[in-house]
């Protein structure tokens, strides 16, 4: 026992001693920031979508509802990826959802072939019997930049940065992390760069990747730093409420209260620590219920603009989550402590899924409903020029649909099948084309799209 006391104590004080394993590449604000190009305002429907987490399985699956889209047909010749204006995604839908705002519908194609079909565990290390391993363990992760994100970055995203994605004017991206110090999303979009006085457009994409899939532990978290000399952080419109005003968001308004504070004070401390983004919520919903009480308006995220033209919005939701541990319950023995370990995590993940799907239902109501209010009490002016562009606006003609795309929504063989590849960087040919099939299948046969695709072409 002293032995092994001892040996823990030397490996925390290697860990100590160790230098940081991700130091920070974000940049201070620039006095004149780029700005994203402004969406062409071509079209009234919209499509958004959330790529859940799951390693490579996620992102092939969520390849596959991509796929599927473009075979729904839309308006005047277009198909439903077209009218793709808006992605959020966690962890392993991260490395979907970046290369499709990096290199849009046609790009896409070769995501398969240059990222699918690749081995991302190549550098990786995962023994536990190596003492230099441990040490790494202890010191916050056993991989870091040096193993994972130069796969992302050299091979995956080659150098792009966010202002690469900036080019394109949709969709708009956000990958999301979670925030280990105050419990919170992160998603990496340019308000939440302002916040730390940081630039957005020069950090890579590979970066925001790496966090969002960083799973503690097995990898070290990706640090950002403020930089609150550079800048005067304001409070969001939508944390000045009252201490005593407690509704449903009231403690969610305190951590991002206490968050902003904090990047505004320089004895805060100047960095934040980003994981996996499932920790939070494995669906990336969350990150637009924090974005729609920060700002406070009818309205957002969505662009004020695109608010008072738009007719109709579906928003898919793609979970590839995993099902039960169904090979627990074939006898007494068993899980192991590792088992066990790996399955709480999962049960908190999922759990907080479901919760985050039911909550999202409600709050798009809420936002539709919210929506009208706002276009109908525009000024008579206003909705004369929005008539102008278009004879058939009615302030009150905007409907919002949501559905959820899963592995449940196939038959049950399938779903099986499926839900017993693993969540890994590596998987072998025939596990990706077999998911990315599925992900084909589930969006052509989901009632909901079905549906919105045929009202998209009869004008309804």
Known sequence: MRLLLSCCASLLLAACASAPMNPPRNKPAVDQPLQRTARPQDTDTFVALSFSGGGLRAAAFSYGVLEGLREQPSARGRTLLDEVSFITSVSGGSLTAAYFGLHGNEGLREFRDKVLLRDGEANLRFSLLNPN???????????????FNDWLEKDVFKGATFADMFKRSRPVVWISASNVQYRLAFPFHERAFDALCSDLPSYPVSEAVAASMAVPLFFAPVVLERFPERCQVQLPPGLNARRDDRDDQYRLRLALTRLFRDNADP??????????????????????????????????????????????????????????????????????????????????????????????????????????????????????????????????????????ISFADLPEPEELALNAIPTRLKLPAEQVDRLIAAGRQAAATDATVKRFSRAVQRGD
């Not at 391993?133 to 193993?147: C, M, P, Y």
């Not at 109501?365 to 020029?385: H, Q």
């Open 133 to 147: 391993n441990l040490r790494r363990l202890f010191a916050g992760g056993l991989n870091d930049r040096s193993d």
């Open 267 to 404: 004895k805060a401390g100047r960095f934040l620590k980003l994981v996996d983004g499932g920790l939070t919520d494995n669906l990336g919903l969350v990150a637009i219920l924090q974005s729609r009480v920060l700002l406070n308006t009818p309205y957002g995220p969505i662009p004020e603009q695109d608010a008072t033209t738009m007719r109709r919005l579906l928003f898919i939701v793609v979970d590839a989550g995993q099902g039960p541990s169904a090979d627990w319950a074939r006898e007494v023995a068993g899980p192991s402590g590792v088992d066990i370990a790996a399955g709480a995590v999962d049960t908190a993940i999922e759990s907080t899924m479901r919760m985050s799907y039911a909550g999202f239902l409600p709050m798009v109501r809420n936002w539709e409903r919210d929506l009208v209010t706002y276009r109908c009490s525009l000024s008579d002016e206003r909705k004369a020029a929005l008539r102008a562009q278009n004879p058939e606006w009615r302030c009150e003609d905007i409907k919002f649909s949501v559905t959820q």
